[in-house]
């Protein structure tokens, strides 16, 4: 009597099952990471939306290294609500950083578009980056120029157009910059560049603060290089066309 053969089917390759639930962690992780990341993002932009930022990470960047090469801290920083900050340093800061800030939602695409054409060029690197970006920049990143920090800084600039509104984004930013060294914000920098406060700021002393900005730890708004003088004289020209400040 025959013996019937009938062929065995391949078999498939099993899947190993500690790979998997090692994938599933890993999803599963990244999942909550991402909620845990949105969440409180979300959680600090609302509050610092009605509590003055007490430190930004520049500062606390600032204080490491100058412990690196030995330096002695220097630490100024005094919070004014904006309508203890002169209108001139508003204006100041609008006409030497960001001409369109009180019309755009957070980014100027032309002032990018100029930035990108010029550093292509291989001039000096300019940054097309509004006070919107500049402030969500100082608040809730580190300093650099990697993609992932741009990506983060368009996210939170988005997020304090839409939470915090213009005036509260001019409010931050003027009591968060840099404006010299181990100086930061409006009434800070008033008190040690000019000895006085900074509700009382007069449009060529607000532009002189204003035109340091680039480089605060380097430039002076007081005795002032001949670049610096400059740089006042056509920020104070530009000034007297950002007319009345509306929020």
Known sequence: MATKITAKKPLKKPVKKNEATFKTKVVRFLFKALLWFFGLSIFFVVLFKFVPVPFTPLMVIRVIENKMVGKENQYSHDWEPIENISNNLQKAVIASEDGTFLSHNGFDFIAMQKAYKSNERGRKIKGGSTISQQTAKNVFLWQGRSYIRKGLEAYFTVLIEVIWGKKRIM??????????????????????????????????????????????RKYKATSSSSYINNRKSKIMKVMRHVGTIEY
Do not use: C, F, H
């Open 171 to 216: 409010e931050v930013y003027l009591n968060s910059i840099e404006m010299g060294d181990g100086i930061y914000g409006a009434q800070a920098a008033t008190q040690y560049w000019y000895r006085k406060d900074a509700a009382s700021l007069t449009p060529i002393q607000a532009a002189g603060i204003a035109a340091i900005l680039p480089n605060p």
